[in-house]
Protein backbone atom coordinates (compact mmCIF):
# COMPACT_ATOMS: atom_id res chain seq x y z
CA UNK A 1 0.00 0.00 0.00
CA UNK A 2 1.37 3.54 -1.04
CA UNK A 3 0.59 6.14 1.35
CA UNK A 4 1.03 9.66 0.05
CA UNK A 5 1.18 12.68 2.51
CA UNK A 6 1.29 16.47 1.56
CA UNK A 7 2.29 19.50 4.07
CA UNK A 8 3.25 23.02 3.19
CA UNK A 9 -0.50 24.87 2.74
CA UNK A 10 -1.67 27.64 4.26
CA UNK A 11 -2.99 31.17 3.54
CA UNK A 12 -0.70 33.49 2.17
CA UNK A 13 -1.27 37.11 0.31
CA UNK A 14 -1.82 37.50 -3.48
CA UNK A 15 1.95 38.14 -5.14
CA UNK A 16 3.26 35.37 -2.23
CA UNK A 17 5.02 31.79 -2.95
CA UNK A 18 3.97 28.36 -1.05
CA UNK A 19 6.18 25.01 -1.50
CA UNK A 20 4.15 22.16 -0.91
CA UNK A 21 5.53 18.84 -0.39
CA UNK A 22 4.70 15.05 -0.31
CA UNK A 23 6.27 12.08 0.87
CA UNK A 24 5.90 9.01 -0.26
CA UNK A 25 6.37 5.95 1.26
CA UNK A 26 7.34 2.39 -0.78
CA UNK A 27 10.69 1.49 -2.42
CA UNK A 28 9.77 2.29 -5.71
CA UNK A 29 8.77 5.58 -5.32
CA UNK A 30 11.43 6.85 -8.51
CA UNK A 31 9.62 4.13 -11.06
CA UNK A 32 6.12 6.01 -10.94
CA UNK A 33 5.46 9.71 -12.44
CA UNK A 34 4.22 12.13 -10.08
CA UNK A 35 1.34 14.68 -10.23
CA UNK A 36 -0.65 17.42 -8.06
CA UNK A 37 -3.80 18.37 -8.58
CA UNK A 38 -5.89 20.63 -7.08
CA UNK A 39 -10.04 21.38 -6.09
CA UNK A 40 -11.81 24.64 -5.34
CA UNK A 41 -15.13 24.63 -4.39
CA UNK A 42 -17.90 23.45 -6.33
CA UNK A 43 -15.24 23.12 -8.70
CA UNK A 44 -13.90 19.73 -10.48
CA UNK A 45 -10.20 18.22 -9.49
CA UNK A 46 -7.92 19.72 -12.37
CA UNK A 47 -4.78 18.67 -13.34
CA UNK A 48 -1.66 21.29 -12.03
CA UNK A 49 1.63 19.43 -13.22
CA UNK A 50 3.46 16.15 -12.90
CA UNK A 51 6.77 14.88 -13.14
CA UNK A 52 8.52 11.34 -14.79
CA UNK A 53 10.09 8.54 -12.19
CA UNK A 54 13.12 9.97 -13.69
CA UNK A 55 12.62 13.79 -13.04
CA UNK A 56 13.74 14.53 -16.35
CA UNK A 57 10.34 16.23 -17.66
CA UNK A 58 7.86 17.76 -16.05
CA UNK A 59 4.28 19.30 -17.43
CA UNK A 60 2.14 22.40 -16.68
CA UNK A 61 -1.23 23.13 -17.11
CA UNK A 62 -1.34 26.42 -18.78
CA UNK A 63 -3.04 28.32 -15.84
CA UNK A 64 0.27 27.69 -13.63
CA UNK A 65 3.05 27.49 -16.19
CA UNK A 66 5.93 30.16 -14.97
CA UNK A 67 4.58 30.46 -12.13
CA UNK A 68 4.81 26.68 -10.36
CA UNK A 69 7.48 24.46 -10.46
CA UNK A 70 7.73 20.63 -9.71
CA UNK A 71 10.33 18.81 -8.86
CA UNK A 72 11.56 15.32 -6.81
CA UNK A 73 13.70 14.31 -4.55
CA UNK A 74 14.11 10.26 -5.71
CA UNK A 75 16.05 9.53 -2.02
CA UNK A 76 14.16 11.23 -0.03
CA UNK A 77 10.75 9.89 -1.65
CA UNK A 78 9.37 13.49 -1.70
CA UNK A 79 7.58 15.56 -4.53
CA UNK A 80 7.69 19.17 -4.52
CA UNK A 81 6.17 22.05 -5.86
CA UNK A 82 6.75 25.38 -5.44
CA UNK A 83 4.62 27.59 -6.15
CA UNK A 84 5.07 31.74 -6.83
CA UNK A 85 2.94 35.00 -7.75
CA UNK A 86 0.64 33.26 -6.46
CA UNK A 87 -3.60 34.58 -7.26
CA UNK A 88 -6.97 34.59 -5.67
CA UNK A 89 -7.65 31.60 -8.31
CA UNK A 90 -5.04 29.23 -7.06
CA UNK A 91 -7.24 28.64 -3.83
CA UNK A 92 -7.62 24.76 -3.44
CA UNK A 93 -6.94 22.08 -2.02
CA UNK A 94 -3.59 20.51 -3.43
CA UNK A 95 -3.25 16.92 -3.51
CA UNK A 96 -0.08 15.00 -4.97
CA UNK A 97 -1.10 11.68 -6.47
CA UNK A 98 1.32 8.63 -8.01
CA UNK A 99 0.41 8.20 -11.74
CA UNK A 100 -0.21 4.33 -12.79
CA UNK A 101 2.77 2.55 -14.91
CA UNK A 102 1.18 2.68 -17.98
CA UNK A 103 -0.72 5.60 -18.38
CA UNK A 104 1.19 9.02 -20.65
CA UNK A 105 -1.18 11.17 -19.94
CA UNK A 106 -2.58 13.32 -16.87
CA UNK A 107 -6.23 12.73 -16.43
CA UNK A 108 -7.32 12.48 -12.92
CA UNK A 109 -8.11 8.93 -13.94
CA UNK A 110 -4.41 8.13 -14.69
CA UNK A 111 -3.67 8.79 -11.04
CA UNK A 112 -4.03 4.98 -8.60
CA UNK A 113 -3.39 6.59 -5.07
CA UNK A 114 -3.56 10.02 -3.68
CA UNK A 115 -2.63 12.20 -0.75
CA UNK A 116 -5.10 13.22 1.58
CA UNK A 117 -5.17 17.06 0.36
CA UNK A 118 -3.61 20.59 2.16
CA UNK A 119 -5.10 23.55 1.90
CA UNK A 120 -4.20 26.76 0.33
CA UNK A 121 -5.48 29.97 0.60
CA UNK A 122 -4.42 32.82 -1.47
CA UNK A 123 -6.26 36.29 -0.24
CA UNK A 124 -6.55 39.57 -2.78
Known amino acids: QVQLVESGGGLVQAGGSLRLSCAAS????????MGWFRQAPGKEREFVAA????????YYADSVKGRFTISRDNVKNTVYLQMNSLKPEDTAVYYC?????????????????WGQGTQVTVSS
Open 97 to 113: ARRKVYSGTNYYYDYDY
Open 26 to 33: GRTFSSYA
Open 51 to 58: ITGSGGNT
